[in-house]
């Protein structure tokens, strides 16, 4: 009995940790053009990275993530339970828990 929960501990570990890795963050069309807009908008500063931008990517924990506004998730609510980050003329949005990189708007 032991060895059957023990296996059953595995495979809900596993597939919790599979269902993790496949965050994925959709961008419906036009609303890239928003999201642009309301960085504009608002004077969102820019950071510098040293580090490519690549959809996966880890972001190192001294640059400084933002919880995306109301403001933007009212007109974007694909958005909503992210962060971001602009770096030069793209907006960068991220999952809090991992600081994986799920979107890249330009």
Same mark, same amino acid.
């Given at each position: 009995?032991?060895?059957?929960?023990?296996?059953?501990a595995?495979?809900?570990?596993?597939?919790?940790?599979?269902?993790?890795?496949?965050? *994925? &963050?959709?961008? @419906? %069309?036009?609303?890239d053009?928003?999201?642009?807009?309301? =960085?504009?908008?608002?004077?969102?500063?820019?950071?510098?990275?040293?580090?490519?931008?690549?959809?996966?990517?880890?972001?190192?924990?001294?640059? *400084? &993530?933002?919880? @995306? %506004?109301?403001?933007?998730?009212?007109?974007?609510?694909e =958005?909503?339970?992210?962060?971001?980050?602009?770096?030069?003329?793209?907006?960068?949005?991220?999952?809090?828990?991992?600081?994986?990189?799920?979107?890249?708007?330009?």
């Amino acid at each position: 009995m032991k060895k059957a929960s023990f296996w059953l501990a595995i495979s809900v570990v596993l597939a919790a940790s599979a269902q993790a890795q496949e965050t *994925r &963050l959709t961008i @419906v %069309p036009g609303h890239d053009k928003v999201i642009q807009q309301y =960085v504009i908008t608002e004077h969102v500063q820019p950071v510098t990275l040293q580090i490519p931008l690549a959809i996966g990517a880890t972001i190192p924990d001294g640059i *400084r &993530l933002a919880p @995306v %506004p109301l403001a933007m998730v009212a007109k974007v609510p694909e =958005v909503r339970n992210y962060e971001y980050f602009v770096a030069g003329n793209k907006v960068v949005f991220v999952e809090p828990y991992t600081r994986k990189i799920l979107q890249i708007v330009q």
